[in-house]
């Protein structure tokens, strides 16, 4: 893998060990400046580990990470001046105001006094809080209090953000204004590193990784993976009743893959044309009536569940 400077981050081979358990396990990949890169996974994929050790609050295992050209084993302290984090767990202090806590993060990162108010004017503009400084954090919602907790992040202006699930638990129209505020950063040349398990969300990015119990398993922009990235060919199946549809694809040779989506099936197949006619003369022998069968696109959804699906077989094949 070649370094260059157009990467804010650079990953080869990185691992993370706790005792027997690897959390991750030995990723690579880069991230280039100004770019959106989510990292979509489960819960207890790696992500949230991995996000540590590139703010060099983890010490990896093995391999190697730098983020702004520092290494994160060797001069985590210089990385941390260079990048803003957002944790998980929601990080500012709910029983400090908003203004204490956007003055409380500025010292904390050492803003110049000639950009304090500036940057604690942008701050407040960016959460939507002009003029509601006395508040206290804790009654927020849960909107601003994310938006809060990003301006409070990236005050300092650092070049690159590491934002790990940042809207969870957040409804869908602040989740919406939350990543406006994102891509506003990046078109001004800030690198923003995602993690996230809402697959709506990951079409926001520029590219992704898929991490599932510690490895990459696909990695590229959201059009590649849908195109690229699925085992066969994606058919949607509307039928009743579905839990007994759903044990029956199963035992068809010529299904890769099924699982349940909403009131239907999403069935991967080699071939829909051929598996067409076979799979609707098998279910209606079992007395199951099916009203739409047709192929249809794959979302980002379909392909991790294609994707880690074959991924859990292979390694239950080899145990």
């Known amino acids: 893998m070649v370094e260059t400077a157009a990467n804010a981050v650079v990953i080869e081979n990185l691992l993370k060990r706790f005792g027997t358990f690897v959390a991750v396990d030995r990723i690579s990949l880069q991230v280039r400046m100004g770019e959106v890169f989510g990292f979509l996974g489960p819960n207890g994929a790696g992500k949230s580990t991995t996000i540590r050790m590139l703010c060099g609050l983890l010490r990896p295992t093995g391999g190697r990470a730098t983020v702004a050209g520092y290494d994160v084993s060797h001069r985590p302290e210089q990385v941390r001046q260079h990048i803003g984090y957002m944790s998980q767990k929601f990080s500012l202090y709910n029983d400090l105001t908003v203004i204490e806590n956007i003055r409380l993060f500025a010292g904390l990162y050492s803003v110049a006094r000639n950009e304090l108010h500036s940057r604690v004017a942008w701050a407040l503009e960016m959460a939507g809080l002009e003029g509601q400084q006395t508040l206290i954090t804790g009654t927020l919602p849960g909107g601003w209090k994310q938006r809060l907790a990003l301006g409070c992040a990236v005050l300092h202006r650092p070049p690159i953000i590491f934002l790990d699930e940042p809207t969870s638990g957040v409804d869908p129209v602040s989740r919406r204004r939350f990543w406006?505020?994102?891509?506003?950063?990046?078109?001004?040349?800030?690198?923003?590193?995602?993690?996230?398990?809402?697959?709506?969300?990951?079409?926001?990015?520029?590219?992704?990784?898929?991490?599932?119990?510690?490895?990459?398993?696909?990695?590229?922009?959201?059009?590649?993976?849908?195109?690229?990235?699925?085992?066969?060919?994606?058919?949607?199946?509307?039928?009743?009743?579905?839990?007994?549809?759903?044990?029956?694809?199963?035992?068809?040779?010529?299904?890769?893959?099924?699982?349940?989506?909403?009131n239907a099936l999403h069935l991967v197949v080699k071939n829909v044309e051929a598996a067409g006619p076979h799979l609707r003369s098998h279910l209606e022998a079992k007395g199951i009536t099916i009203s739409r069968i047709e192929r249809i696109r794959p979302s980002l959804e379909d392909v991790f569940v294609s994707l880690t699906t074959e991924r859990g077989r292979q390694q239950e094949r080899e145990s």
């Not at 505020?181 to 992704?208: D, K, P, S, W």
């Open 180 to 262: 406006e505020l994102i891509h506003q950063m990046a078109e001004e040349g800030v690198t923003v590193f995602v993690t996230t398990h809402y697959m709506e969300e990951a079409e926001y990015c520029n590219r992704l990784a898929l991490i599932d119990r510690g490895k990459i398993v696909s990695l590229g922009t959201p059009t590649e993976l849908k195109q690229d990235a699925m085992r066969g060919e994606l058919l949607l199946l509307e039928c009743a009743p579905l839990g007994p549809a759903l044990d029956a694809v199963h035992s068809l040779p010529d299904v890769h893959d099924a699982a349940v989506f909403g």
